[in-house]
């Protein structure tokens, strides 16, 4: 059973930054394209960043320049630090853990499991 834990969320103001970390309970972790989506209330979910086991990253198009995702195999996390945040980032971010060989797209299909979510809420 897949189990992915979020943190790092918070409130800060626009222009600031913050970290999300997420802690996966996942054998052949590696073989996992993870990422991060996000939901704002009364919006779907969409797609903020994807990262294969190779390194391989895609982004949003909202959150690029912006946003970089890494991960670390060994501790089974991955990270999404955001930089320049604005009001319009705010949301529940959900870990994700993909397989198949599209993982890196942000489409459902392949998602092995989500965390809980963590808040994000920048203030403007």
């Known amino acids: 059973q897949v189990q992915l834990v979020e943190s790092g969320g918070g409130s800060v103001q626009a222009g600031g930054s913050l970290r999300l970390s997420c802690v996966a309970s996942?054998?052949?972790?590696?073989?996992?394209?993870m990422g991060w989506f996000r939901q704002a209330p009364g919006k779907a979910r969409e797609g903020v960043a994807l990262?294969?086991?190779?390194?391989?990253?895609r982004y949003g198009d909202s959150v690029k320049d912006r946003f970089t995702i890494s991960r670390d195999n060994p501790k089974r996390s991955v990270y999404l630090q955001m930089n320049s945040l604005k009001p319009e980032d705010t949301a529940t971010y959900f870990c994700?853990?993909?397989?198949?060989?599209?993982?890196?797209?942000?489409?459902?299909?392949?998602?092995?499991?989500w965390g809980k979510g963590t808040l994000v809420t920048i203030s403007s």
């Open positions: 994700a853990a993909k397989l198949g060989s599209n993982c890196l797209t942000f489409g459902y299909l392949g998602i092995a499991g």
């Open positions: 996942l054998s052949s972790y590696s073989e996992y394209c």
């Open positions: 990262i294969a086991g190779d390194g391989e990253t």
